[in-house]
T-cell receptor, first 116, second 122 residues
Framework: GAVVSQHPSWVICKSGTSVKIECRSLDFQATTMFWYRQFPKQSLMLMATSNEGSKATYEQGVEKDKFLINHASLTLSTLTVTSAHPEDSSFYIC????????????FGSGTRLTVV | AQTVTQSQPEMSVQEAETVTLSCTYDTSESDYYLFWYKQPPSRQMILVIRQEAYKQQNATENRFSVNFQKAAKSFSLKISDSQLGDAAMYFCAYRSAKGGGYRASGTYKYIFGTGTRLKVLA
């Protein structure tokens, strides 16, 4: 089945630094990648949608300059949290849509970010 | 705009028993997909079952089945013979089927409910 590899699974960084999270589709071409943020015991909050080769579309309230998304190829999308602060600490999950008519998207395993 | 509502924040079921998780949604579209996802403590999102709105027949996957009532905009999940491994957060999700083609847009994003935490008692 379709697999999305997300790395790192957890990361601790110092306040003010940047962190990059990668999502790779291993056995299919991801035409669209969705990036979510999830707070403890809450649902997934969509941050942005990116199509391969295009600029990402951000949801209302999400800072484009803080959460940089790159989707340069059909198998790789990255989320960079720039100048991270403790309030950016959260669980980040990617989800990929392929070129075929999939009924369900494939999720990465998530990244737990802690900013100290 | 579409909305998805899960009115049960938490449910408990005895092992081997049956439990039903509720989900209602609101949409003006006629063509869409509905999903149930499971998120265990590992936090990996796992697709449990999906339903195409144009299909009248309720989807079934082994011990998991849905009761899809399109007119009532209801999509409940029934878990039979509950197992300890079923304990998790369950999210109901809606996705439009409008449009098509290679390039997806925001139209294709999931709308998630707030989730139901299922506890399975031994």
């Amino acid at each position: 089945g379709a697999v999305v590899s997300q790395h790192p699974s957890w990361v601790i960084c110092k306040s003010g630094t940047s962190v990059k999270i990668e999502c790779r589709s291993l056995d299919f071409q991801a035409t669209t990648m969705f990036w979510y943020r999830q707070f403890p015991k809450q649902s997934l909050m969509l941050m942005a949608t990116s199509n391969e080769g295009s600029k990402a579309t951000y949801e209302q309230g999400v800072e484009k300059d803080k959460f940089l998304i790159n989707h340069a190829s059909l198998t790789l999308s990255t989320l960079t949290v720039t100048s991270a602060h403790p309030e950016d600490s959260s669980f980040y999950i990617c989800s990929a849509r392929g070129t075929a008519i999939y009924y369900g998207y494939t999720f990465g395993s998530g990244t737990r970010l802690t900013v100290v | 705009a579409q909305t998805v509502t899960q009115s049960q924040p938490e449910m408990s079921v005895q092992e081997a028993e049956t439990v039903t998780l509720s989900c209602t949604y609101d949409t003006s579209e006629s063509d869409y997909y509905l999903f149930w996802y499971k998120q265990p403590p590992s936090r990996q999102m796992i697709l449990v079952i999906r339903q195409e709105a144009y299909k009248q027949q309720n989807a079934t996957e082994n011990r998991f089945s849905v009761n899809f009532q399109k007119a009532a905009k209801s999509f409940s999940l029934k878990i039979s013979d509950s197992q300890l491994g079923d304990a998790a957060m369950y999210f109901c999700a809606y996705r439009s089927a409008k449009g098509g083609g290679y390039r997806a847009s925001g139209t294709y994003k999931y709308i998630f409910g707030t989730g139901t935490r299922l506890k399975v008692l031994a």
